[in-house]
Each structure stands twice: as structure tokens, then as C-alpha cells.
């Protein structure tokens, strides 16, 4: 899938910074164009891969808006002009969908990113998507407060918003700074493999697979590689969307591989999500990358039909990611996640940090369980 990347605030610029890289090394060719917006003038110095934006430098002079989001809403309004003309180009036609990437515990991306996704929105007609990172949970009260305001204000402009939490994809013991190094690298591989995944008739693997029809291989069908279109319908349920993944040594025999394919399959949903306590679903996509002839097609069936049972879902989407490797990998994306507990944990924490006492709406349409007004929207 060809995407275009707009990194806002810290965390968000070194994100984009890593998934451009990755998509670059690998020779992916997905990431069409990545840009970092910040009030923050240092961190915007650090970046080397990405074009750069700043924003509010009227206001707070390059020194950034500190943990304020609503001073990041507003710093972002007033530039807007400016950071859709740095885009100009960037998102070509070529681009099937657009991210913006931001941390939403903190100030620049918390407060901006959802103003941004919302322009965006008026301006192009692909999808726009979040990629947000929810702070971890001992991150303290003001990101989480920040992060409630800012997830319920995405989540109602972007088509789909992709959750990292940050207690998810890093090692127990881990500094806070080489945690987020770990995070950062997973995001990118991961994220990066997902907008791959897309790519994969034109640049990768092309000595196995010409063709992203089905095909067939030593008398077995085979299943069709991914297509970006996949990918898109998978986020069409809107609301939250969580992806995970997993990997494990795998035989050369397809055929030996079948309880493989299941138990990646399980991991990536289950220990291996970006959003933990994930697996209610409106629809998912499984993809399962390696070498073709170790992808066993039964395993991959099982895996498909489990998954639709685990996340309650009939609409399961499934493809083969074909890379020279010596392991299978299961990428799960999910979409329409949003009744997942750990989200409800999570907007229980930023409304006791804001000090709502009532209790949490535990509805299941999306719509609704952002309606309630104990969080202010910030715009
Ligand atoms: P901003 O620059 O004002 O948008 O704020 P930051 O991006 O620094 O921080 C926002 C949130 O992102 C907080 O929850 C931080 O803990 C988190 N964060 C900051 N840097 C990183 C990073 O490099 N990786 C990850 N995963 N999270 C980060």
C-alpha cells in the first residue's frame, strides 16, 4: 500500500522517521513521502530522513507547547496552510492512504494530530489514518488525560486510528529511552511490513510470485498475496485498529508447518498485539509471510477460521507476504477493535485523571462510546 507519513510532535517525527527508514532499507518502496510537523524546533533538528515543519514558532518561538495539547490544537490551526503546502506533492497520486503519526499523551501531536487528520480529510480523498501511541500506564496523569482528550477527537476524524499502547511491544526492565527505542524499531517493521504487504507483486519476491491472483504451486492452490485494497477494507470499520505480530522457525516442508502457521497466528493476536486485550473485531486480515513453499495452505485455512472465531468476526481477509526467510510470520491486523477492555481501561484512566467520577459508558457502538461528553473533545 503506498502511503504517505506526516510525523506530529516527538514521538510521532521519530516514528515516521523509523517506518520511512525501514521501508527505504528493505527496498519496499510503500512510504511515498514523510514529512515531521513540530512546535518543537530540537527535535525536529534530530531527524535526518524526513522532510520538516515547523509549526506555532509566532507563539511558543521553536521551543514547543510542553505537555499543553490544547495550546498543540491551536499552534496547528493557525499553521495549517503551511504544513498542507509541505505536503503538497508528497501525498501524488500515488498515495492509496495517508498516516499521521503521533504520541497522544503529549502536547505538538496530542493536540495537532487531530486537527490535522481533519483538514486532511477535506483536502484528499484517500483514506487518512492515525497512528497513535497511548502512553504507557505509568506515564502519569497528564498523558493520560492528554491522550483521552486527543484519542476521542482522532478517533472521530480519522478513518481508522492504528493503536500502539506503549506497554505493549518492549522487554520487562527496559529504560524508559531504550523502550521506546524498542517500540519505535517494532513499529516500524511491523507497520512497515503491513504497508508492504501490499507491494509485494511489484517489488519483493518476484522469483516466486508474479502474479497476485491465485496461483498454483507443485499441484496445491495457493493463496493470493495481499492487495492494498485488502488492507483499506480491513480499516473500513473505522474506530480503533490494533495489529499484531509474531515469528517462529519454520521447516521447508509446507507440509510440517501446519501448527506453526496456528501457533503464529495465536501469538501475533494474542501476545503479540500492539493493543493487548485486542481480539473483539469487525474484521481482520491475516498475513502470513515467508518463503512460499514453507506457507502451508492448510495451516493458514485453520489460522483464518480461528481468527474468526477469536475475534467474534466474519469477515476475515487472509494473503501470503512472500520474503526469503528461514521463519513464517502471522501480521493480524484488526479493525473496528474499540470494544476491547483494554480501551475501556484506558479511557477510565484519562477520565479519572481528569476527575470524572461517573461510571464509563460501556457501549458497543463506536459512535456512542466516544459520545459521552466527560472528556471534552479539543476542537
Ligand atoms: P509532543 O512532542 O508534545 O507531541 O510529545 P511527545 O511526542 O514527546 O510525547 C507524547 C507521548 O509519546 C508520551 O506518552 C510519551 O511517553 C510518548 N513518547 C515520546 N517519545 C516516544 C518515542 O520515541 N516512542 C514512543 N513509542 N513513545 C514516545
Do not use: C
Not at 85 to 113: C, H, M, P, Q
Not at 169 to 190: C, D, K, L, M, P
Not at 341 to 351: L, P, S, T, V
Amino acid at each position: 500500500m503506498k502511503v504517505a507519513l506526516i510525523g506530529v510532535g516527538q514521538a510521532g517525527g521519530k516514528i515516521t522517521e523509523r517506518l520511512a527508514r525501514f521501508d527505504a532499507e528493505m527496498g519496499y518502496g510503500a512510504v511515498q513521502g514523510a514529512l515531521a510537523v513540530n512546535s518543537a524546533e530540537p527535535d525536529l533538528r534530530s531527524l535526518q530522513h524526513v522532510d520538516t515543519q515547523l509549526i506555532g514558532a509566532d507563539r511558543v518561538n521553536g521551543h514547543g507547547v510542553g505537555g499543553d495539547n490544547e495550546l498543540g490544537t491551536e499552534v496547528m490551526q493557525s499553521d495549517i496552510q503551511q504544513v498542507l503546502g509541505s505536503l503538497d506533492g508528497r501525498v501524488t497520486s500515488k498515495a492509496e492512504a495517508v498516516f499521521v503519526v503521533a504520541g497522544l499523551g503529549g502536547g505538538t501531536g496530542s493536540g495537532g494530530a487531530p486537527v490535522l487528520v481533519h483538514h486532511l480529510q477535506r483536502v484528499y480523498d484517500v483514506p487518512v489514518y492515525a497512528l497513535g501511541v497511548l502512553p504507557g500506564r505509568n506515564e502519569g496523569t497528564l498523558y493520560q488525560a492528554n491522550a483521552g482528550r486527543s484519542l476521542k477527537t482522532i478517533i472521530r476524524e480519522a478513518d481508522s486510528t492504528l493503536l500502539v499502547d506503549n506497554d505493549a511491544w518492549h522487554e520487562q526492565g527496559e529504560s524508559v529511552e531504550g523502550a521506546f527505542e524498542t517500540i519505535n524499531e517494532r513499529i516500524a517493521q511491523r507497520v512497515g511490513l503491513l504497508f508492504a504487504s501490499g507491494e509485494a507483486v511489484e517489488g519483493v519476491g518476484e522469483s516466486s510470485v508474479t502474479s497476485k491472483t491465485s496461483r498454483t504451486r507443485g499441484g496445491a492452490a495457493a493463496a493470493s498475496v495481499v492487495d492494498s485494497s485488502e488492507v483499506i477494507n480491513t480499516l473500513r470499520a473505522g474506530g480503533i485498529a490494533a495489529l499484531g505480530y509474531a515469528t517462529e522457525l519454520a521447516s521447508e516442508d509446507s507440509a510440517e508447518n501446519i501448527n506453526t502457521a496456528m501457533s503464529v497466528s495465536r501469538q501475533a493476536l494474542l501476545t503479540g498485539t500492539s493493543l493487548p486485550d485486542a481480539t473483539t473485531a469487525d474484521s481482520a486480515l491475516l498475513v502470513v509471510a515467508g518463503e512460499p513453499e514453507r506457507i502451508p495452505r492448510k495451516g493458514v485455512e485453520r489460522a483464518r477460521r480461528w481468527l474468526e472465531d477469536e475475534t467474534g468476526s466474519m469477515e476475515v481477509r487472509g494473503g501470503d507476504f512472500p520474503l526469503e526467510s528461514d521463519r513464517l510470520g502471522a501480521l493480524v491486523l484488526l479493525g473496528g477493535a474499540e470494544r476491547s477492555d483494554r480501551i475501556q481501561q484506558f479511557m477510565e484512566r484519562a477520565r479519572e485523571a481528569k476527575k470524572a467520577q461517573e461510571r464509563e459508558d460501556r457501549s458497543s457502538d463506536p459512535a456512542e462510546q466516544f459520545a459521552d461528553d466527560r472528556l471534552e473533545n479539543l476542537f
